[in-house]
């Protein structure tokens, strides 16, 4: 081909150089700015090597805005991130009616020292879109933003602002100086379907559900595409403000009306439990008529004060509650029963189904538990069986249609050793000394199986974050060798360039896919403290547990050092640990497995050299005059309940325990205050009565 452009006369090349330029900036266009490339990665490469092989032989021809030299490398996420000064939290969920009955319960029993509080309730629809937060100044809409982690999320001001149920300017003049307006954005049934007939017609992407169209809607570079695709809006809540605007949810919904914003009709106030149930049912009867989708119904104290007193815990407010509505079901055939290994060892019986089309997703696989679960409900391969999937958790089996089992259904024998490393499967001991449900392969690390599971954890959304290395990627750089620990994930690009097939070369890759994984690889290197301990995979560590970890503990070096102590035997490293509300036995046994593991600690201190972490920083006030203190609460409190007091404490950004070490700066002390106020006394920490626990509050 050389040869053949050397010869090409200087005309011919500069039209085949403008023709290349503009294939190539198109696809740059909708590969960058659109998440959605228009050719293959390799077709890419064709056009770039050749686009330089001319500028090599007519270099008089080579444009000023040449693409040549241009490396593929963009930001993993073009949307620019914003901090919510006001996290966006996420809801608690309730199931049955008990577990509403419970809310309520829970909330009357927060506030019983008021004796005559009348508690009442918003009973708002749950719309299933995407949350967004607008910020309004002075009246105008100024940014606009996703919710991400719930602290952190991506700038879609453009987007927004073509969305018309949103006004740009808040009518009336009663509103904040500065105010962030919440709510859902979301896309009605007729328009999901309209777009999605027109993509089957023109070859485009084909959605899901209205919930990922509005989603994908929403992360578009070129506001133009938002633009044509109807999407709405419901406010609901708010974020930031700079004074106060109303004093129960009703009222702010109804300023949030008067202002401009569409507001959901559905929405009443409640005074007892049976009319929260009652305004459920109804909205449920309703809900095939809506026209778009919910997938619940929202309760909420109705006063804001009180939602205030009550505050919220790592993620979720305690004033407020979604109940879902239950899951869909469908009926279908059990064609295999398959073992999973997953990341803590856990041999996962799965059912291979036929596919099934459950409230608009296609599922083939549901999870069967364990080994007990399969006898107890009677489960074999060829039944047909009743499956339910309820919102993004795994589709269950409900139950078997013993009436339609075919005579040559199949009874499973659960296998007593791991199907991938072939170790003799162990029996978990729960506290009681009992065998567990579950069967572990013990190897650990030494199972290729939890290594690929561990990898894909580590690499997860809540974990490194690291986009464009999913699961597919892990186990086929696992499977190539080029990724066996995590830090190998940081060795990729170097092992990548010695490598004979580097990835730019490989199908599904290219130039432009190989960078862009690079630079996601490169930016996870600077991590937040709660987002690696989550991302170790510990067991019993999730999101939430990783966040009290990291807040107690400040940085990794203080956790580690402390989880070693413990180790060593040092009790009161381990009380201290003991101490943070939320962590028992059974998750401090965990981090001493976790840690005392030789190849764990080998992986850990290899990876280690790749990081930075960065110590956990709390969002709430910082300089009060107990932030970061450890406060214990003991006696009984007359004011407010003990929860309410804890609430308070944290909101002012202090830790609370439940027990008195050294470690403890500040002990409240009610009536009949025993043994935790006596060692208080003994150790010389400083004591309040709750009088003057309230005042500190109050200032
Ligand atoms: S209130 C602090 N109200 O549900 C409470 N959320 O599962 C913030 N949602 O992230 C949420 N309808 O995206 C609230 N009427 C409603 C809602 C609603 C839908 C979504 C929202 C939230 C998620 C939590």
């Not at 695709?229 to 419901?234: A, E, I």
């Not at 997953?342 to 041999?347: D, H, K, N, P, S």
Request: charged residues 30%.
């Amino acid at each position: 081909m050389d040869e053949q452009i050397a010869n090409w006369s200087e005309q011919k090349a500069k039209k085949e150089l403008d023709r290349l330029h503009e294939i190539i900036k198109k696809a740059d266009e909708a590969y960058y700015n659109r998440d959605n490339p228009d050719i293959s990665d390799a077709e890419y490469d064709k056009y770039k090597q050749e686009y330089q092989k001319i500028e090599k032989f007519f270099p008089q021809l080579k444009r000023a805005d040449s693409l040549s030299e241009k490396v593929g490398v963009t930001p993993t996420s073009p949307f620019a991130k914003i901090t919510h000064i006001v996290p966006m939290l996420s809801l608690g969920n309730a199931f049955t009616q008990r577990d509403v009955i419970d809310f309520v319960d829970r909330a009357k029993k927060f506030f019983r020292h008021e004796k005559n509080l009348q508690l009442t309730f918003s009973v708002e629809p749950k719309i299933d879109g995407i949350s967004a937060s607008i910020k309004y100044e002075n009246g105008h809409l100024v940014q606009a933003s996703t919710r991400g982690d719930g602290e952190i999320g991506e700038d879609i001001t453009a987007n927004i602002m073509v969305i018309k149920d949103i006004p740009k300017r808040l009518k009336g003049e009663d509103y904040p100086k500065i105010i962030e307006v919440r709510g859902e954005v979301y896309m009605e049934h007729k328009e999901f379907e309209r777009l999605n007939e027109k993509a089957r017609r023109e070859g485009g992407q084909i959605y899901v559900n209205p919930r990922n169209l509005a989603a994908g809607s929403l992360r578009q570079l070129d506001p133009k595409i938002t633009a044509s695709r109807k999407l709405k809006f419901f406010a609901y809540a708010w974020g930031y403000i700079s004074s106060s605007f109303a004093k129960t949810q009703i009222e702010a919904l109804e300023k949030f009306k008067k202002w401009g914003f569409r507001v959901n009709e559905l929405t009443i106030c409640a005074s007892s439990v049976e009319e929260m149930l009652a305004h459920y049912h109804l909205i449920e009867e309703k809900r095939a008529n809506l026209g778009y989708d919910i997938d619940g119904v929202v309760y909420k104290i109705n006063r804001l004060d009180l939602q205030q007193r009550m505050g919220a815990d790592s993620s979720k407010p305690r004033w407020a509650i979604a109940h879902k509505f239950p899951a869909e079901k469908a009926i279908t055939k059990i064609e295999k029963i398959d073992i999973q290994v997953g990341r803590t060892g856990a041999l996962t019986p799965v059912a291979r189904l036929k596919p099934v089309t459950v409230g608009g997703v296609v599922i083939r696989n549901a999870t069967l538990h364990n080994e007990d679960e399969i006898k107890r409900k009677d489960i074999r391969v060829g039944d047909y069986v009743v499956v339910q999937r309820a919102g993004d958790v795994i589709p269950q089996i409900v139950k078997v249609l013993i009436k339609h089992r075919p005579k040559d259904a199949k009874q499973f024998s659960f296998p007593h050793k791991c199907p991938v490393c072939g170790s003799k499967a162990v029996r978990d001991i729960d506290e009681s000394g009992e065998f567990g449900a579950i069967w572990r392969c013990p190897a650990g690390l030494f199972c290729p199986a939890q290594v690929v599971e561990r990898l894909k954890h580590f690499v997860s959304k809540k974990g490194m974050n690291i986009e464009g290395l999913g699961e597919k990627q892990i186990e086929q750089f696992h499977k190539e060798g080029l990724i066996l620990t995590p830090a190998d994930i940081y060795r990729l690009k170097e092992r990548d360039e010695q490598s004979r097939t580097p990835l730019r070369e490989r199908a599904g890759y290219g130039e432009k896919s190989a960078n862009k994984l690079f630079l996601a690889i490169k930016n996870s290197r600077s991590v937040e403290l709660d987002n690696f301990i989550y991302a170790l995979g510990i067991r019993h560590i999730g999101e939430s547990n990783a966040k009290l970890l990291a807040r107690f503990y400040g940085n990794f070096a203080n956790f580690e050092s402390a989880i070693f102590r413990i180790i060593k035997g040092d009790e009161q490293a381990k009380e201290q640990l003991l101490s943070i509300d939320g962590i028992g036995e059974v998750i401090v046994e965990s981090l001493v497995d976790f840690f005392s593991n030789k190849k764990n600690q080998e992986v850990l201190a290899d990876l280690l050299k790749y990081l930075d972490i960065k110590p956990y920083s709390i969002s709430e006030i910082k300089n009060s005059e107990i932030s970061s203190k450890t406060v214990v609460f003991t006696g009984s409190l007359e004011k407010i309940t003990r929860a309410e007091a804890k609430a308070m404490a944290e909101r002012m950004g202090a830790k609370v325990s439940n027990s008195v070490s050294s470690k403890t700066d500040l002990v409240v002390a009610g009536e009949n205050a025993g043994s935790k106020l006596k060692r208080a006394k003994q150790l010389g920490i400083k004591i309040m009565n709750e009088q003057e626990w309230l005042k500190i509050i109050e200032n």
